[in-house]
């Protein structure tokens, strides 16, 4: 993958998150997205958006996972495919989930279409956030159960 490929596919995520959502409630994107190129672009994509990236695994009970979304005001998540998550944590996560997939296939297609070229030509020339801060990204990792789940063991 090119920087440029990089920064089309992750331009293309952001703009196709904050279409479906007010950017303005969250201040976190999760993602169940594994390490490699999905999981990198994700990550950039949140930090187009000026928010904080929040890696997710499907290791973690759906009680942790959903300490981890409300204590990271996490507002969408991102994953390869909602057929890899949980279905009770589908059912019940109340934030909106983006199947990466598509985007990714119609990257290495070379096909990468867009609704809002305004936007989407912003978050792919700026240097900046979509917002138009410089602030650099931010990852918050959750490492260990809940202080909930630990006083009830």
């Not at 695994?57 to 990271?72: G, V």
């Amino acid at each position: 993958m090119t920087y440029k490929q990089l920064n089309e596919t992750s331009s293309q995520l952001a703009c196709d998150m904050i279409s479906k959502v007010d950017k303005s409630t969250f201040s976190a994107v999760g993602s169940f997205n594994k390490p490699g190129a999905a999981f990198t672009i994700a990550m950039i994509a949140a930090w187009k958006l000026g928010k904080v990236f929040v890696p997710l695994s499907t290791n973690h009970s759906e009680k942790e996972l959903a300490y981890f979304i409300e204590d990271s005001k996490v507002g969408l998540v991102s994953c390869s495919s909602k057929s890899e998550l949980n279905p009770s944590f589908v059912q019940n996560t109340g934030v909106p989930i983006f199947e990466t997939d598509v985007i990714f296939k119609s990257m290495t297609e070379g096909r990468l279409e867009n609704e809002n070229s305004k936007i989407y030509h912003s978050l792919l020339n700026s240097d900046d956030n979509a917002d138009g801060t410089s602030d650099s990204g931010a990852c918050l990792l959750y490492t260990s159960p809940s202080p909930r789940d630990r006083q009830k063991s």
